[in-house]
């Protein structure tokens, strides 16, 4: 099933409708998860136009390291896609007063590996050994897909005093809650979506949108919405307020 046909069958839409749907896809960003694995989920970028080798995986991982020029494997879990070299304003101690936890001075782990695509700086298709761009293909940013995808947004390039903190420690003292035993979603512990104990944007996104993440979602761990879960239920999962 493609992308657009899930959309379509999951907001209940005949083929006929697609003008309103585009129409509608204008307004504020649709939470485009479906729960169902990656195929044809948001991040399925098979048949994209810049995606050159028309495979899934391939935009983020792959087997080999062969013919390439840069050693993106460096950034583990066998990435494929050239990573940011911005250096970023954290959501620090020098911004908050009351943050407690341990945050590293940049992003680093899984949140480096989202930010390769999703802080506009680095193009979708330099991936693979177009890693430095040397296709003749046109670059393709993320703004030009989705610009409400773009974290932090492009008003504020660089400057992640506005997104949740990331890359920091997850102590339970602090925030009141037993990591290794609270339950996230159908995830398992807090301790369990940690990224080497920190918090990281998987921590509360399921990238691959399979079955931990909640269907109707931006690909979330746990509910938000009161109407099909508990009210703000992802943050009262690490929260104890
Ligand atoms: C848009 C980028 C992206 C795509 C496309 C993608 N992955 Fe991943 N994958 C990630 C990131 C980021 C992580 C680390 C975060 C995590 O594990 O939640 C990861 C982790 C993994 C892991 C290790 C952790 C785990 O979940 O088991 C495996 C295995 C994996 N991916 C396989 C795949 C396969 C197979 C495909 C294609 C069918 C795929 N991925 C497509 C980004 C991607
Ligand atoms: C503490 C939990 C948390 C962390 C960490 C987090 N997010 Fe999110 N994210 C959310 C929630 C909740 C939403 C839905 C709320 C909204 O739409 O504004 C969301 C929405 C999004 C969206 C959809 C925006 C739209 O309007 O289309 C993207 C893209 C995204 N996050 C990417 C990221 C990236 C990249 C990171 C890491 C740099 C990250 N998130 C870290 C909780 C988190
Ligand atoms: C290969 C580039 C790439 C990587 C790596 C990547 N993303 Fe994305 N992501 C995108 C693009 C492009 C979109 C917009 C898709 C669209 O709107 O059609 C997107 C959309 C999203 C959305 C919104 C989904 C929705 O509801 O429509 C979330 C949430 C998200 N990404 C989170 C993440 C997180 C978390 C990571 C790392 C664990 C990550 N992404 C890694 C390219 C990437
Ligand atoms: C995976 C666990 C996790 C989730 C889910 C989560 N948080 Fe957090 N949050 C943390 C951690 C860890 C900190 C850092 C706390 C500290 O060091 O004082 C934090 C910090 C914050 C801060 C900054 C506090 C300060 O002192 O500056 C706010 C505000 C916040 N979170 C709100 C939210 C909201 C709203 C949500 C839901 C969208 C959410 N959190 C979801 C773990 C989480």
Redesign the pocket.
């Known amino acids: 099933m493609t992308y657009l046909s899930r959309l379509l069958t999951a907001t209940g839409l005949a083929a006929a409708s697609i003008g309103l749907f585009v129409i509608a896809g204008t307004g ?4 485009n998860g479906f729960g169902l694995g990656i195929t044809g989920s948001p991040h399925d970028f098979s048949a994209a136009t810049w995606n050159f080798r028309g495979e899934i995986c391939r935009t983020c991982h792959v087997p080999h390291d062969h013919n390439r020029a840069q050693q993106l494997f460096t950034n583990g879990l066998l990435w494929n896609h050239q990573v940011s070299s911005v250096t970023y304003t954290m959501y620090d101690n020098a911004w908050s007063s009351t943050l407690n936890n341990t945050q590293s001075p940049q ?1 680093d782990g899984v ?1 480096k590996l ?2 390769g695509c ?1 802080d506009g700086s680095v193009a979708l298709n330099q991936f693979d050994s177009n890693a430095a761009l040397t296709r003749p293909d046109p670059a393709v940013f993320i703004n030009e897909v ?1 610009a ?4 932090p947004g492009a008003l504020n390039a660089g400057d ?1 005093r506005g ?4 890359s920091i420690a997850y102590n339970g003292g602090d925030l009141g809650l037993n990591p290794e035993s609270t339950a996230m979603g159908t995830s398992g512990t807090i301790a369990d979506v940690l990224d080497g104990g920190k ?3 998987s ?3 399921d990238v691959h949108d399979g079955t931990e993440a909640v269907a109707g ?4 761990r746990v509910n ?1 919405a009161a109407a099909t879960g508990t009210a703000s239920g ?2 009262l999962t ?1 929260h104890n307020k």
């Open positions: 504020p960003a649709q939470a992003p949140a989202c930010l999703h989705d409400g995808a773009q974290i992640l997104t949740h903190p990331i918090v990281q944007c921590s509360c996104h979602t931006h690909l979330l938000q992802l943050c690490c």
